[in-house]
C-alpha cells in the first residue's frame, strides 16, 4: 500500500472492533435498511462494484462503494483492485477481519462496503427505458439472481422487485448476481400496482410471463422476425392484436412455486407463455425470465 | 397399506440395519458405480421417477425404480404416490430410517432407489434425434441441473456429460435436475471425440456455444423465422454459408470456468455466439444452454 494520495492507514487485526462488526451485521436485513449499505465479498463482486464506482463518479453520480477492506496478500495478488479502489477508503485488514466481517466462508481477501441504489422506476422511465423486468414475489435469492444476471446479459435497463420478494441486497443473493447488481439499476421494495401503473404510463407494453398464458412466445418472435425482415407470412386470426416485441416493454415473472397471482395476471397487458416442447411440467422462473428478456431484447436489437 | 397385489412388508425401523446403509451409500460415487443406481429424494423426484418407471414398463422398458421407501403419514399425504409405486417395491419405513438414507436434511417422507440409465448414445441416434445437449467439463451441479432442465423444456432428445463432467447422479445434482432426469435419456461418462464423431455421422451439426463465437445466434433465428414463413429478407455476404437451425443440431456447452478448450472448438462445425446486449462480462453456462436450445426448439417445432 504506497500509492500516491491514499493515506496509509494502519493494518486492522481486531475481529471484534466495533467497525468489523458494523460490516458484519451488514449481513442482516435491518442493518441494511438502517444503513442503506451491503457487502459485496470477493475480488469478482468488488471488481464491478467499483468499477461502477468510477463510472458513476465521471458523471457526478453517487458513491456505489463507501469503503474496501483487503488483505495485503490479495493486493499483491491481484494489484488491478487496488487501481480501481483509488477514491474510495481502502482499508488493509488481516484475513481474521475478513472472515469476520463477511458472510462467505472465503471471503478471498477483499470486500466491500457498497451503497444500495436509490434509483427509482420513474428516473427509470423519464431515461427512456425499452426494457424492464419486474420480479413479483420472487423468494429465492439463486432464482432473483439468475434473472437479474439474465435481465443484464439481455441489456435490461432496470429490474424491479416487489415489496415480498427476497432481498437482493442479503448475501447469498449479491452472490448469486455475480456482479450484475452493479450493472444497471435495481429497485427494491416496490408496490406491484404503483409500478405497473407507472409502466403503462410510461408507454410501456406489460407481458405476464404465464405457463398458462394465450400468447405463444414463439409466435411473437417468429412475426417480429419477418417484420423485421420488412417480409410478411400468413397471418394468423389473431395476430393483429398481438404485442409486438420491438414495442418498449416491461415483463411480470412470478413467484417459483404459485406463478403470478390472478390479481398481477389480471394488471398485464397480455399473457405470454413460453411454449414447452419436452416433458417438463413448467420451467424453473429463472429459465422462462432468461427466454422471455432475449426474446425482447434480439426484437429491439436487430 | 393394504393394496392388492402387494405384500404387507414389517416396517422399517432401525436406522443403523443394512439395508439402510445401503441406500445411504448411493450418495457416494463408488457405490453408485457400482450398483448402478442412485437414489431419488422427495416427493416430487419419486413422483417422476414412478411416472418414468410406468411408462417404461409400458413398453416393456428396463426398470427405473427398483425400491421406494416411504412413511406412513407422507403415503396418508400423497396417497397418489402409493397408487403410482404399484408394481414397485415399496417399503414403509420410520422417520429415522428415511433421514438415515437420505442426503437431504428433510426428505419429506419418502425417497426411491432408481436405476442410472443405461442409455447410449448410438441408441438415441438411431431413434433419430434432432436435438443433443452435450455438457463438456460442466462441474456445478446446478449448472449441470439447470442445463438438462433446459434441455428437457427445449424437448431435447439426450443430454450428454463428457467423462470430467460432475457426476449427475449425486443427490445435489439429482435435487437440481427436479425430475428431468427421468423426463429424456442422459448418457454420462462419454468420450468427447467419440461423442461428437458419432454425431457427426448421424448427420448433426455440431454447434459450439462460444461468447468469442463468429456466428451470432440471433442471426441465425431470425434467418431461420423468415425461412419457415417462405419468406426472403437481403441477405448477407455469409448467410448461406450459415448453419440452419432447423436441422439436426448437437449444442456443446463449455466448463463455467473456462468455456470449451481449443480442441473441443475445434471439433465443432461452427462458433456461436449468444449475443450481450448489457454489461455483463458473459453468461451463466445455463443461461447460455437456455437460449441456445430454445432457439433449436422454436426452428425445429414451429
Redesign the interface.
Known amino acids: 500500500m504506497n500509492q500516491e494520495g491514499r493515506p496509509q492507514a494502519p493494518l486492522m487485526s481486531n475481529p471484534r472492533a466495533d467497525r468489523v462488526r458494523d460490516v458484519a451485521k451488514l449481513a442482516g436485513r435491518s442493518s441494511r435498511l438502517k444503513t442503506g449499505r451491503f457487502l459485496a465479498e470477493g475480488p469478482q463482486a468488488v471488481r464491478e462494484a467499483l468499477s461502477a464506482h468510477r463510472a458513476a463518479a465521471a458523471v457526478g453520480g453517487p458513491a456505489v462503494v463507501h469503503e474496501v477492506y483487503a488483505t495485503q496478500a490479495c493486493l499483491d495478488r491481484l494489484p488491478e483492485l487496488a487501481d480501481l479502489a483509488r477514491g474510495t477508503v481502502l482499508r488493509l485488514a488481516t484475513d481474521e477481519v475478513l472472515a469476520a466481517m463477511a458472510d462467505t466462508v472465503t471471503p478471498q481477501g477483499i470486500v466491500a462496503v457498497c451503497a444500495i441504489s436509490t434509483a427509482t422506476l420513474a428516473d427509470v422511465l423519464a431515461s427512456g427505458a425499452k426494457l424492464v423486468a419486474v420480479l413479483c414475489e420472487v423468494r429465492d435469492p439463486?432464482n432473483a439472481g439468475?434473472v437479474l444476471?439474465?435481465?443484464?446479459?439481455?441489456?435490461?435497463d432496470a429490474v424491479v422487485l416487489t415489496a415480498s420478494s427476497v432481498d437482493i441486497f442479503n448475501p447469498k443473493a449479491v452472490r448469486s448476481t455475480?456482479?450484475?447488481l452493479f450493472?444497471?439499476p435495481v429497485i427494491t421494495g416496490a408496490d406491484f400496482s404503483e409500478t405497473v401503473a407507472a409502466l403503462k404510463d410510461a408507454g410501456a407494453t406489460v407481458l405476464a410471463a404465464d405457463g398458462y398464458g394465450n400468447v405463444n412466445l414463439?409466435?411473437l418472435?417468429?412475426l417480429s422476425?419477418?417484420r423485421?425482415?420488412?417480409?410478411?407470412?400468413?397471418a394468423g386470426a389473431d395476430d393483429g392484436a398481438l404485442p409486438r416485441l420491438e414495442a418498449s416493454t416491461a415483463w411480470l415473472f412470478g413467484n417459483e412455486a404459485q406463478g403470478l397471482s390472478d390479481a398481477e395476471l389480471a394488471a398485464a397487458d397480455y399473457r405470454v407463455a413460453?411454449?414447452?416442447?419436452?416433458?417438463?411440467?413448467s420451467?424453473?422462473v429463472?429459465?422462462a425470465a432468461?427466454?422471455c428478456l432475449?426474446a425482447s431484447?434480439?426484437a429491439q436489437?436487430?
Request: no cysteine; aromatic share 4%.
Open positions: 439463486g439468475t444476471r439474465a435481465a443484464d446479459s439481455a441489456g435490461a455475480a456482479g450484475s450493472h444497471l414463439d409466435r418472435q417468429d422476425a419477418v423485421r425482415a420488412g417480409g410478411s407470412i400468413p413460453v411454449p414447452l416442447y419436452g416433458s417438463a411440467e420451467l424453473n429463472g429459465t432468461t427466454v432475449y431484447a434480439r436489437h436487430n
